[in-house]
């Protein structure tokens, strides 16, 4: 069965750093692309960063030159390195692996993201003061 489990979430003051890691089995972890997601209250399921599999990596305005993603293909481990962490950063954070515009999580697949937010499984970040 395919398992994607985020981990790594937890308390941050603003400013601050923290990593999260994203272990996964069951596919062959190389020949998928790799995101980081996130949902804040009230807010639409976003990317936030993507390594792909030619290693090339995708990052939207609102984390760029903050945030980095990395992983590594022998521990079939996708990780995503938060710097400089603001309120507006506070979110579930989820992971998910994808071919082809099929998106997967532990034991779901899905054609769009927004599904990724719903059913995957998720680390929780939260900054504050």
């Known amino acids: 069965e395919v398992q994607v489990v985020p981990s790594g979430g937890g308390s941050v003051q603003i400013g601050g750093s923290r990593n999260l890691s994203c272990t996964t089995s069951?596919?062959?972890?190389?020949?998928?692309?790799m995101g980081w997601y996130r949902q804040a209250s009230g807010v639409e399921c976003e990317l936030v960063a993507n390594y792909n599999t030619d290693d090339t990596t995708y990052y939207p305005d609102s984390v760029k030159g903050r945030f980095s993603i990395s992983r590594d293909n022998a521990k079939n481990t996708v990780y995503l390195h938060m710097n400089s962490l603001k309120p507006e950063d506070t979110a579930m954070y989820y992971c998910?692996?994808?071919?082809?515009?099929?998106?997967?999580?532990?034991?779901?697949?899905?054609?769009?993201?927004?599904?990724?937010?719903?059913w995957g499984q998720g680390t929780q970040v939260t900054v504050s003061s």
């Open positions: 069951g596919f062959p972890f190389e020949d998928y692309n």
């Open positions: 998910a692996a994808e071919m082809g515009g099929i998106y997967r999580t532990t034991g779901r697949s899905y054609t769009g993201i927004r599904r990724i937010c719903e």
